[in-house]
């Protein structure tokens, strides 16, 4: 029986968090006073969570953080993931992507191509080496970073996606020269709309970039051509007028999605979340631990997407922040 909510929306997509710990600090994501609060599991714990839910449907799994690659061991465990099938009788191979900060990835971008892995998407929030710094707070990562990119390029871990959070007043000037670098390096970049998961708790609805305004501020450079994008996708997609370069926009804030929300979230502690913006956590993990069998693991999960959100509130007098930050939940 595949998963479905309550609103008709089937589940195939999960995200799982391997670690909440990070080597950047960035500026719109962490105070830099907070550490990893929840810890991490086992391999072998999310090797049966994510089995499970591929039985149940799942298709597609994202890793995540905090910052995946710093989980010694993650090669094999992409290796393990890679032989899951989907159903019926033992179907299509899983697709199996990861985001990272690309500060490590020059190194593994083939040993993880060679293991299974799918594709890779580099959080990346400006092309400037000096602003890149004060962003990340970690001097010299910039030249890493692109290393990475260019690796994982060479590797075929591609279409390489370089994700972008724009904040107004601090890199919304970066619109024109990603687009720049999309074209230049052969990647596709996504600007992401902030939203309120950041652990400083600062957002305002002042500080989004919205798609409209990225829109008008590429058009400044070159005219974009809209492509056609399936309903669960995040991004709505754009090419350059030329057919040279991709952008994507994720707008969650100025044109939410939520009605074709396909994705379900398993945090680095075993906790399932249904929405980014959820107030509450369900203790996957607790059900393994005391000694649920797969059959009693699946109907958790279940009751569980029975409940998930039909939509977030961001802006709305109503809206209530999410009980966890993204780091500690996972992208």
Known sequence: MFLTDKFGRRITDLRISITDRCNYKCVYCRTGNEGALYGDLPFD???RMARI???MGITKIRLTGGEPLLRNGVVEFVRELSKLRTPPNNGEPLDIALTTNGHLLADLAQPL???GLSRVTVSMDAVDPDRFARIT???GGYDRVLAGIRAARRAGLGPVKVNCVLMRGFNEDQVIPFGMF???EDVTVRFIEFMP???GRTWAPSTVVTLDEILGRMAEYRPLVEI????????RRYRFDDGIGEIGIIAPVSHPFCGHCSRIRITSDGKI???LFSVWDHDLYAQMRRGASDEEVAEFIRGVVEKKEERHHIGEPDFVPASRTMVHIGG
Request: charged fraction near 30%.
């Open 53 to 55: 839910l591929v039985g």
């Open 228 to 235: 056609p994008h399936a309903h669960s996708e995040t991004a």
């Open 197 to 199: 998961l950041e652990e």
């Open 182 to 184: 999309a074209r230049e």
């Open 137 to 139: 707070r970690v001097p």
């Open 45 to 47: 714990d999310y090797l």
């Open 113 to 115: 191509k060679a293991a």
């Open 273 to 275: 979340r249904t929405c």
